[in-house]
């Protein structure tokens, strides 16, 4: 009930604030002016602010919803939205000789933070990180991209069916969200035939040959453990990827 008190009062305030200032501020000195301006700017900022209550608000012009995914990022106990975004342009929906119309608009993520006051701030915009979902596979379907929270951390899973599948782990850092995890396991059918896991916090990359990759059987490889260090040194922001297909550790 405050909040909608606080919203109407807001409300009436910037009618009568735009009624009068024509007729009184050429009347003011320049200081006061100054102030007048700034007090108009908070008060519309303010409402821009409490318009935006649902998280479809704050996806932008010209992209549509893709999926839309809740839990806990910060460990505040409120439920947070990670919305993953499709841009629309028409010319990029294309007709492909076998598969048909293809919508090849790339995708993106926002990441939004639920207040107390039930409202939300939006952390991280990153409008076209993702390829499309009908992007050609080659002998096989394309990867499958599936994002979920857990644990306050940001999973961006591919899975690629029988050639195994890698993850990305964000954790929210610095107001953005930083690459802390990468794993990834590539497979011949059921056979395993290397794995990588890599800790960006520790700047430690473990990797798993698998040196039976003739076996026929799953469970019957061997495998052959190395460990190596990455430069760890520059953090990999989720809002500064501009493709997840060219990242390469």
Not at 48 to 54: A, D, L, N, V, Y
Not at 228 to 235: A, E, G, H, L, Y
Request: glycine share 6%.
């Amino acid at each position: 009930m405050k909040n909608v008190f606080f919203s109407v009062s807001v409300f009436i305030a910037l009618l009568l604030f735009d009624s009068c200032k024509d007729s009184t501020q050429n009347k003011l000195p320049p200081a006061a002016k100054n102030e007048a301006l700034s007090v108009e700017k908070a008060l519309k900022d303010h409402v821009k602010t409490i318009e935006k209550k649902q998280p479809s608000d704050f996806v932008p012009k010209g992209f549509v919803i893709f999926d839309k995914i809740e839990g806990n990022l910060n460990n505040d106990g409120h439920k947070d939205y990670v919305l993953i975004i499709k841009g629309t342009e028409k010319d990029k929906i294309i007709t492909h000789e076998y598969r048909g119309k293809l919508d090849r608009n790339r995708r993106g993520i926002i990441v939004l933070f639920k207040t107390e006051d039930g409202s939300y701030n939006k952390i991280v915009e990153n409008k076209s990180c993702f390829s499309s979902e009908n992007e050609d596979g080659g002998v096989y379907y394309a990867p499958e991209m599936d994002v979920s929270i857990d644990k306050n951390n940001l999973y961006i899973n591919y899975m690629h069916g029988r050639y195994g599948y890698w993850t990305y782990t964000f954790k929210y850092r610095n107001n953005d969200f930083q690459l802390i995890g990468y794993d990834s396991s590539y497979n011949r059918g059921p056979i395993v035939q290397n794995e990588t896991s890599i800790n960006f916090l520790t700047g430690k990359k473990q990797f798993k040959d698998n040196i039976n990759k003739d076996s026929e059987e799953d469970g019957d490889e061997v495998f052959k453990e190395t460990w190596s260090t990455i430069d760890n040194r520059k953090p990999v922001l989720l809002s500064e990827i501009k493709d997840f297909d060219r990242l390469d550790f």
